[in-house]
């Protein structure tokens, strides 16, 4: 039996709502121009992303990738051109988003007290804060190090606590500054599998990186950035076996400066 | 149940008829308290047209009421308000295919607990000689890709509708924006999955269709089923239960009892059983087919 009386064929379904969708999607850029100077650091750069999956900013040292990233994030205002992420701007888009960058910047507490801090500064209820933290902990791989001194872990552990503690607060969307440059091989896997949890649980990730094989196992949409240009955007599978770009050929092939 | 015999020690007849008032009071009571637990008052399952549609719980239901008594009311509207209409607690179950949305209401404490239940997916249809050239690829982000930069028409629901969504979202894993090229190669119907394939059909054009609509859809000229089984093309159905701590009312023993069923071996069996044209038209996530 049908309460609704049976709805043509042709009749619309009725719009989902935002909170249903991922609300900061699609992140679209146009003409984005950004010096200092003088001297062009993102020459005009416009991009849509409409996927949930992971994108990765790709291209050599210097080419602009982690100031792509703060103009994204709003900690960088363009010197023309515009970015929208959906329906709002950067800097209303910037309290959905958390960033961590290729320094983990610690604070003089435990780890543990580091999360804490995030919470209590976003003002959530003291009886939430410990779930939260332990949830973050388990995920980050840090369980058990809550009361060690945050600068005492190793460069992955601080790492993953960064991430975690970016991610403690749910974002929608979690911005990575070449999140492993300084981590020896066993970290960075660490660290990714941690990324792929967070991508993985829905939250948008959009990360830097200059690192090919990163790239091919995180990307599922690669930006290939080269001296401030965005040369080419495209679903990993295609950028990494038949690249349309020649200087992306070039950067895959090693030829270009790293 | 209440003993509606009580019997009064006196002669007045003003006192029997109070008596016989209280007497029909206190049963009227017995009876709404009763009721609750008494024979079934039935459910009601918000779910979407498009389920609705494809004939799925006409076939289901009649079982369902056969093996438990229990009869089901569906509301069929759009997903997004199938969910409005569950959070608000005037449905008992929630079956919809939109597992984001699906794992916020639970998570949010509307929804006892996320259960898949079935799957069917979507395919790329197009015309026979395929100017796009993407016939039996398994990647959809490629195949929305070429026809993007080969400039072929795609017709689109355009209506925010789930289907739209679901063709957005693949747009944004082909890493292209149609949008642009609204109104030149890229045409939106605004309309339902009917209209949408008439379109398709008449500009012999490509567009993304569930496989229920496609089956049943009488007018496909030369277009074919060009592109299917990417897992990206799934389209996940999951039943919830509406959480009764939230809502009171809601019959959360006869709701948990669809849904158990549902995904137990007959349930799962009828919903693999049912076939349209011969098709079968949802598969089964819980139990493996069933030989017959």
Redesign the interface.
């Known amino acids: 039996m049908v309460d609704e009386a049976h709805r043509a064929e042709d009749r619309s379904e009725v719009r989902l709502g935002s909170s249903d969708d991922h609300p900061l999607l699609p992140l679209v850029a146009r003409g984005l121009q950004f010096g200092i100077n003088g001297r062009r650091i993102i020459n005009d750069v416009s991009f849509w992303i409409g996927s949930s999956g992971r994108t990765v900013i790709l291209g050599p040292n210097g080419a602009g990738k982690s100031v792509m990233l703060r103009l994204c994030h709003g900690l960088l205002q363009p010197t023309s051109g515009e970015i929208r992420w959906g329906e709002l701007s950067v800097a209303r888009a910037r309290e959905q988003q958390a960033m961590a960058s290729q320094h983990p910047v610690l604070l003089r507490r435990t780890v543990t007290g580091n999360l804490l801090h995030v919470l209590r500064v976003k003002g959530v209820p003291k009886a939430e804060r410990q779930a939260l933290v332990d949830a973050a902990l388990q995920q980050a791989g840090l369980a058990g190090l809550g009361s060690r001194a945050a600068r005492t872990l190793s460069g992955g552990q601080q790492q993953r606590l960064a991430i975690a503690r970016a991610f403690v607060l749910k974002p929608a969307v979690l911005l990575l500054d070449e999140p492993t440059a300084n981590l020896d091989p066993a970290a960075v896997r660490g660290v990714e599998e941690l990324i792929g949890a967070i991508g993985a649980a829905g939250t948008k990730i959009l990360m830097t990186t200059h690192d090919i094989a990163q790239a091919r196992r995180l990307a599922a949409d690669v930006m290939f950035l080269n001296d401030g240009r965005l040369l080419e955007h495209a679903p990993a599978a295609e950028f990494f076996t038949a690249p349309k770009d020649p200087a992306a050929a070039r950067f895959l092939a090693g030829e270009l400066p790293d | 149940m209440i003993d509606a015999s009580f019997r009064v020690c006196t002669g007045m007849p003003q006192l029997r008829r109070a008596a016989r008032q209280l007497a029909l009071f206190v049963a009227g009571l017995a009876l709404a308290a009763g009721a609750a637990h008494a024979e079934t008052q039935g459910i ?1 399952v918000a779910s ?3 389920t ?2 494809s004939g799925l ?1 006409d076939y289901l ?1 009649p079982k369902f009421a056969a093996d438990t008594g229990i ?11 199938a ?2 209409i569950a959070t608000n607690g005037d449905a008992d179950v929630l079956l919809v295919h ?1 597992p ?2 699906e ?2 209401f639970v998570a949010d404490g509307f929804g006892l607990a996320r259960h898949p239940v079935m799957h069917n997916d979507f395919v790329l249809v197009g015309p026979a000689d395929d100017p796009a050239g993407i016939r039996g690829t398994g ?1 959809i ?2 195949a929305l ?1 070429s026809i993007g930069e080969r400039e072929q028409v795609f017709v689109s ?1 355009g ?5 739209h ?1 679901k063709e ?2 693949l ?5 292209f ?1 149609p949008s642009p090229a609204s109104g030149a190669w890229y045409r939106e119907s ?6 949408t394939l008439n379109v398709a059909s008449a500009m012999a054009g490509y567009t993304l269709t569930d496989r229920a ?1 496609w089956v049943s859809f009488g007018n496909k000229g030369e277009l074919e089923i060009l592109v299917e089984g990417d897992t990206r093309l799934h389209n996940p159905y999951a039943a919830i239960v509406v959480n009764p701590d939230r809502h009171p009312h809601v019959h959360a023993g006869e709701a948990q009892a669809f849904v158990d069923w549902l995904i137990s071996a007959r349930g799962q069996a009828a919903i693999a059983a049912y076939r349209v044209d011969g098709q079968q038209l949802f598969f089964p996530d819980v139990v493996a087919a069933v030989e017959d």
């Open positions: 009601t979407t047209t498009s609705q549609n719980f239901l009869e089901v009311r569906v509301v069929a509207v759009g997903t997004g308000q969910i409005r939109h984001a949305s794992r916020k990647d982000a490629a890709r629901r209506d925010d509708s789930g289907t969504k957005l979202e747009w944004g894993a082909a890493a924006d605004g309309s339902g999955m009917g209209a609509s």
